[in-house]
């Protein structure tokens, strides 16, 4: 059976996409920032027809049409619409890929008599689409160069089986798929078209323009092998569960949802994977949903543990006139690698802390939020102020704050200035209303502040830092100034 490949190319994918969210009457674009400029991304029909063109700076598109209605790109969701093109062009073949980040090429061997043939296939294609609003040029080529040429270069259509070089001979070089350089040289010599270099012995070829351009055009006269390669879809981490009769009492919900868990969770166990974030859809029999969703501090896949978080959720649940089907999905999951069973008490102890500490995070972030739990994470610099970092404490792992060697008070608060004099600290000083004798005293400990940065509060140099016990039962952190002499107390140590 010959080969058959249909090419789908959205030369307005972007535009297309925004424009079926909000509709914009008159000219449209999308601007991306490149450098230190703002391009035209993608433009609907009308901007085009106004003279405007992919890659213009956007004030001078607005010089030329100043009622050009823009909004700024968002290249990651234009992936997201093409994998879900990509996903319903399954109906049309067994396997379809991505063929650059605004075409797909699908493989129709054995396929077009389901539709009644080629042409009627295409032509129920290219409807749907414009019934959904997209742009869309699609060919039919016994090659996937060929296909790609056709739909990209020569405004689509079907090319036949024995008639690939015919076809692509009026077609430009560049619909090979080669890079702008090699098509640019091609074009001084006169090679303008694809018929021209067809005819060309391919060795002299090869040592004047590369070997790409010959591999190209091989593929797409079909003498060069070029698969489809359809991505592998991503794993669906969801479970459902309908019930025979409607439930209501949590004593029910929760055991149908430790079902649930329980096959979430191999599924988890097979893709080495662990959830963090967790919903539960409820469905009454009146046609309502009730959804109950819980984060996880860190990837987890156990069902028991997960059970418990969904617990107060559940409480809190109007059932109505029941529930009759249940369903969990895990939309945020994480590679989580296996644990070893049957290792030593001592070892299981040392993770039965790390699983609490996460129990308690997860426990706490879904009743007040994850972002509100903090913790301390070290930064790059000395300066005490700036030695440390606020982080979320469900994105991070705990780490020591302090170097090895240097010891830090377990407060830290702007310097406060005290009466005294000399390099070394103070026998008797005042601090906050009280009168403190200096018992003992270890430094100094010398610290320069950053030149690359402007620090009002360390416009005074150096600094020598001391911890000084008192006769009264405090441990403060002193320093010294010795470039602009003064003394300063800014923390102190439990």
């Known amino acids: 059976m010959a080969r058959r490949l249909l090419s789908i190319w959205f030369p307005r994918l972007a535009s297309d996409r925004a424009l079926r969210k909000r509709p914009v009457d008159g000219p449209f674009a999308l601007s991306l920032r490149g450098g230190n400029s703002e391009h035209l991304h993608c433009l609907n029909h009308v901007a085009e027809a106004r003279g405007l063109f992919r890659g213009m700076p956007l004030a001078d598109a607005r010089a030329i049409c100043p009622d050009l209605s823009t909004r700024p790109a968002d290249p990651a969701a234009e992936g997201v619409a093409l994998a879900m093109l990509c996903r319903w062009a399954g109906r049309y073949a067994p396997m379809v890929a991505r063929d650059g980040s605004d075409g797909l090429i699908a493989d129709i061997t054995g396929v077009g008599h389901l539709f009644g043939g080629e042409a009627a296939l295409r032509d ?36 036949p089986e024995g008639d690939l070089a015919r076809g692509l001979a009026p077609l430009p070089v560049t619909a090979l798929r080669i890079d ?69 009492l949590q004593a029910d919900v929760m055991a149908g949802l430790a079902r649930l868990l329980e096959r979430l969770c191999e599924r988890l166990v097979r893709h080495g994977a662990g959830a963090r974030r967790l919903r539960l859809d409820l469905r009454r029999v009146d046609g309502a949903a009730v959804q109950v969703e819980i984060g996880l501090a860190r990837a987890m896949r156990d069902p028991v543990r997960m059970a418990a978080l969904f617990a107060r959720g559940i409480e809190e649940v109007d059932a109505g006139f029941g529930i009759d089907a ?125 030149w690359w940065l402007d620090d009002p509060a360390w416009r005074s140099g150096l600094r020598d830092y001391w911890r000084v016990e008192t006769g009264e039962g405090l441990r403060l952190w002193l ?16």
């Open 180 to 248: 702008h350089e090699t098509a640019e040289r091609l074009r001084r010599l006169g090679l303008g078209r694809i018929g021209d270099l067809i005819p060309l012995p391919r060795a002299p070829m090869a040592r004047r323009f590369g070997q790409g351009l010959v591999l190209r055009l091989d593929q797409a006269l079909g003498h060069q092998p070029e698969p489809v390669g359809a991505e592998p879809e991503a794993p669906h981490y969801g479970v459902r569960l309908t019930l025979p009769e409607p439930i209501g």
């Open 326 to 450: 249940m369903r969990l999905d895990a939309p945020l999951v994480e590679p989580m690698a296996a644990r070893q069973t049957g290792m030593a008490q001592r070892a299981a102890n040392a993770t039965d802390g790390e699983e609490a500490l996460a129990d308690l995070l997860s426990r706490l972030g879904n009743r007040i939020g994850f972002d509100r739990i903090l913790r301390f994470q070290p930064a790059g610099s000395l300066v005490p102020e700036r030695s440390f970092l606020l982080v979320p404490a469900d994105c991070s792992q705990p780490l020591p704050i302090v170097p090895e060697g240097l010891l830090r008070p377990i407060t830290i608060f702007p310097p406060e200035p005290i009466m005294a004099r000399g390099p070394r600290p103070p026998a008797r000083f005042r601090w906050r209303r009280m009168m403190l004798t200096s018992l003992r005293a270890l430094g100094p400990e010398r610290i320069t502040p950053e």
């Open 124 to 159: 129920d294609l290219q409807g749907r689409l414009s019934r959904a609003g997209m742009t869309a040029v699609s060919a039919i080529a016994p090659t996937r160069g060929a296909a790609f040429a056709l739909a990209r270069h020569g405004g689509g259509g079907i090319l």
């Open 479 to 494: 320093f010294h100034t010795p470039q602009d002499p003064g003394w300063y107390v800014q923390g102190e140590f439990a």
